[in-house]
C-alpha cells in the first residue's frame, strides 16, 4: 500500500481510536470521581533572558486524542457521553502567522471551538473536570477538581502502551518517512559527506524540519559511533570515513518512528561485526510476542553478542562466563529498547499495573526502560549494539575482565566506534509486524 492510501485510510480509523480512548477515560473518571477531564496541550515557553519562545511541544497526553502538534493554548475537554471539545486556540496575530485550522475527515469526531485567547477557556471547564498536563498560567481562574491525579494519570498511561490500528498506521507512515530518510543520509555517506551534510540530506528526504523530528538526529562518523547519544555534528568531513552509525526517526501526526543502522566503508572485521549484530538483532525482533517479558529479550541480546565478541575473537571464554561477570556490558551497556509511539521513550515502560506501581528491571540492567510483559499492540524498539567505549574499556581493563578482553582486536575496531541496529516491532497474535523492515522493503 502506498503512502496516500495509507494517510487516506487513517480518518476511518480515527473514531474507532477515540472510542478507545473514551473508554479509558471513562473508567479513570469514575474512580476518581470526576465528571469530566480537559487535557491541555501545553503553552508556549520563553527563553531566559529573551523574548524569543522555545519551540512547542504539545502534551502527549493531547496528542493521544487530537492529531494537532501545532496548537499552543488548546484544550481537549471530554465529558463521558458526549462528543469531545477541541478549543481550538487560534490568536490574533499579526506577528506570527496562527494555526490553521484543522479540516481533514477525523474532525468530525470532535466538536471544535475557536478561542482567540487563554481568558475564554475558564468559560469552557465543565464542573468536577480533572485537568492533565502542565500547570499553566491562568490555572487558578480555572476550577479544576483534580490536576495531574494519578487515579487518571496512572491507567491512562498504562493503557497507552497498547496501540490501536489508527496509531500504529500513523507510526507506518513515521517509518516510512523516517527509511526514506536513511536511504538519502547513506548515500551521502558514501559520498564523503561530513555528519552536518547527511544530517541536511536527511532532512531534505524526510520533508521534516528539524524541531519536527522525534528526537535530535545521532549521526556519528569514525569514533563518534561509541558515543550512545552523540549529537555533535561535525561540519567538516574527516580525512577518512571509516563507518556511520545514524540514528534517526521520522514522525507523522505526532507518533514516531526511531530506527538505526550502521555502515562501513569498506570490507572487513569491522563489516563482518555489522552482519553478525544484524543477524542477532533479527532473532530478537521475532522473540516480540505476547507474553513474552521484555527483561528476557534483554538477557538474550547479551547472549547473542556474547557469541559475536567470541567469534569476532573480540572477548574469549564462554557465553555464559561473559554474561554472569558482566563482560558483555562492557560493550553492550544500554537496554535493548524501549516503547514507541507519542514519545520516542513512550511512557509507563515500568509501570506495574493500571494502579500504578514500578516494575524494577532485573539486577543488572538497570538502564531497561521496558520491564513489562508485551501484549498485542504494544510496539518496541530492538537495538542491539556493540560498541568500544575508552570510558568502559578502561575500567574493564582494571578488573578481572580485562584478563578476557583480546585487546589488539579491540584497538584495531576503537577507530569505528561501534554498531546498533534498530528497529520498530508491533507484537502481534502470529508473528511480529516489523515495520522498519517493511518500511525499507517498500523504497
Known amino acids: 500500500m502506498d503512502m496516500s492510501a495509507q494517510i487516506s485510510g487513517l480518518d476511518r480509523?480515527?473514531?474507532?481510536?477515540?472510542?478507545?480512548?473514551?473508554?479509558?477515560?471513562?473508567?479513570?473518571?469514575?474512580?476518581?470521581?470526576?465528571?469530566?477531564?480537559?487535557?491541555?496541550?501545553?503553552?508556549?515557553?520563553?527563553?531566559?533572558?529573551?523574548?524569543?519562545?522555545?519551540?512547542?511541544?504539545?502534551?502527549?497526553?493531547?496528542?493521544?486524542?487530537?492529531?494537532?502538534?501545532?496548537?499552543?493554548?488548546?484544550?481537549?475537554?471530554?465529558?463521558?457521553?458526549?462528543k469531545p471539545t477541541l478549543l481550538f486556540h487560534q490568536p490574533e496575530d499579526y506577528w506570527h502567522k496562527p494555526p490553521s485550522l484543522p479540516t481533514a475527515a477525523w474532525t468530525r469526531a470532535l466538536d471544535i471551538k475557536i478561542i482567540r485567547s487563554p481568558d475564554e477557556v475558564p468559560a469552557h471547564i465543565p464542573a468536577r473536570a480533572a485537568y492533565l498536563g502542565e500547570e499553566f498560567a491562568h490555572a487558578p481562574r480555572c476550577s479544576f477538581a483534580m490536576i495531574n491525579p494519578p487515579s487518571i494519570v496512572d491507567p491512562l498511561h498504562y493503557a497507552r502502551a497498547v496501540k490501536t490500528p489508527y496509531e500504529i498506521a500513523c507510526m507506518r507512515l513515521a517509518s516510512a518517512i523516517g527509511a526514506r530518510a536513511h536511504v538519502a543520509a547513506e548515500m551521502a555517506y558514501r559520498a564523503g559527506a561530513s555528519e552536518y551534510a547527511i544530517h541536511l540530506a536527511y532532512l531534505a528526504a524526510s520533508g521534516l524540519q528539524e524541531a519536527e523530528l522525534p528526537y535530535t538526529n545521532i549521526i556519528a562518523l569514525n569514533e563518534g559511533?561509541?558515543?550512545?547519544?552523540?549529537?555533535?555534528?561535525?561540519?567538516?568531513?574527516?580525512?577518512?570515513?571509516?563507518?556511520?552509525?545514524?540514528?534517526?526517526?521520522?514522525?507523522?501526526?505526532g507518533y514516531g518512528s526511531d530506527i538505526t543502522r550502521s555502515y562501513a566503508s569498506e570490507p572487513g572485521p569491522y563489516l563482518e561485526l555489522i552482519t553478525q549484530l544484524e543477524q542477532a538483532q533479527q532473532k530478537l525482533c521475532r522473540m516480540v510476542m505476547p507474553g513474552v517479558a521484555y527483561p528476557d529479550i534483554h538477557s538474550a541480546a547479551h547472549r547473542l553478542i556474547a557469541q559475536i565478541l567470541l567469534e569476532a575473537r573480540i572477548i574469549h571464554g564462554s557465553v555464559e562466563a561473559a554474561v554472569a561477570t558482566g563482560l558483555t556490558g562492557v560493550f553492550f551497556p544500554h537496554g535493548i529498547g524501549h516503547l514507541l509511539g507519542l514519545q520516542v521513550h513512550d511512557i509507563g515502560g515500568r509501570q506495574a499495573s493500571s494502579q500504578g506501581g514500578t516494575l524494577q528491571p532485573p539486577a543488572g540492567q538497570p538502564y531497561l526502560r521496558l520491564t513489562r510483559r508485551l501484549e498485542v499492540g504494544v510496539v518496541v524498539t530492538i537495538e542491539p549494539g556493540i560498541y568500544f567505549i575508552d570510558l568502559l574499556l578502561k575500567k574493564a581493563r582494571a578488573d578481572d575482565r580485562g584478563k578476557s578482553i583480546c585487546w589488539d582486536v579491540v584497538d584495531a575496531l576503537r577507530p569505528f566506534g561501534g554498531a546498533r541496529i534498530e528497529d520498530n516491532v508491533v507484537t502481534c497474535l502470529t508473528e511480529p509486524e516489523n515495520l522498519t523492515r517493511d518500511a525499507f522493503a517498500a523504497l
Open 225 to 253: 559511533g561509541s558515543i550512545l547519544h552523540y549529537t555533535t555534528l561535525e561540519r567538516v568531513a574527516p580525512l577518512v570515513s571509516r563507518s556511520l552509525l545514524i540514528d534517526a526517526g521520522g514522525q507523522y501526526r
Open 13 to 82: 480509523l480515527y473514531p474507532a481510536h477515540l472510542a478507545a480512548l473514551t473508554e479509558h477515560a471513562d473508567r479513570a473518571l469514575i474512580a476518581s470521581r470526576c465528571d469530566a477531564l480537559v487535557i491541555g496541550a501545553g503553552e508556549l515557553k520563553y527563553r531566559y533572558l529573551d523574548d524569543t519562545t522555545e519551540h512547542f511541544i504539545a502534551n502527549p497526553q493531547f496528542r493521544a486524542w487530537v492529531p494537532v502538534t501545532d496548537a499552543p493554548g488548546s484544550y481537549l475537554i471530554y465529558v463521558p457521553g458526549q
